[in-house]
Nanobody, 118 residues
Framework: QVQLVESGGGLVQAGGSLRLSCAASGIIFRLNAMGWYRQAPGKQRELVAAITSGGSTNYADSVKGRFTISRDNAKNTVYLQMNSLKPEDTAVYYC????????????WGQGTQVTVSS
């Protein structure tokens, strides 16, 4: 049974920081590319940041220089450090695991709410 469990969301003032975590189980974590997506009310889900199995990263333009994605393969966990948060960062943040080697698979977490007040 695959589980992606996000934590670390909450309410923060503009300019503040939060660190999201996503603990994975039921997958071979090191073979998966991991990503963080977000969905604000009335908007489509969008990619925030991703990290490949080899550690390469990419970011949405809107978060470059403010957010950092990282992974700890020993802990089967991916992180999203969010600094200098803005009200427009308010959304539900989802963890994603994607494997393209062998049988392709993709899994999602249940999401964690991030609210940034002005």
């Amino acid at each position: 049974q695959v589980q992606l469990v996000e934590s670390g969301g909450g309410l923060v003032q503009a300019g503040g920081s939060l660190r999201l975590s996503c603990a994975a189980s039921g997958i071979i974590f090191r073979l998966n590319a991991m990503g963080w997506y977000r969905q604000a009310p009335g908007k489509q889900r969008e990619l925030v940041a991703a990290i490949t199995s080899g550690g390469s990263t990419n970011y949405a333009d809107s978060v470059k220089g403010r957010f950092t994605i990282s992974r700890d393969n020993a802990k089967n966990t991916v992180y999203l450090q969010m600094n200098s948060l803005k009200p427009e960062d308010t959304a539900v943040y989802y963890c994603n695991a994607k494997r393209r080697v062998g049988v392709p698979t993709e899994y999602w977490g249940q999401g964690t709410q991030v609210t940034v007040s002005s």
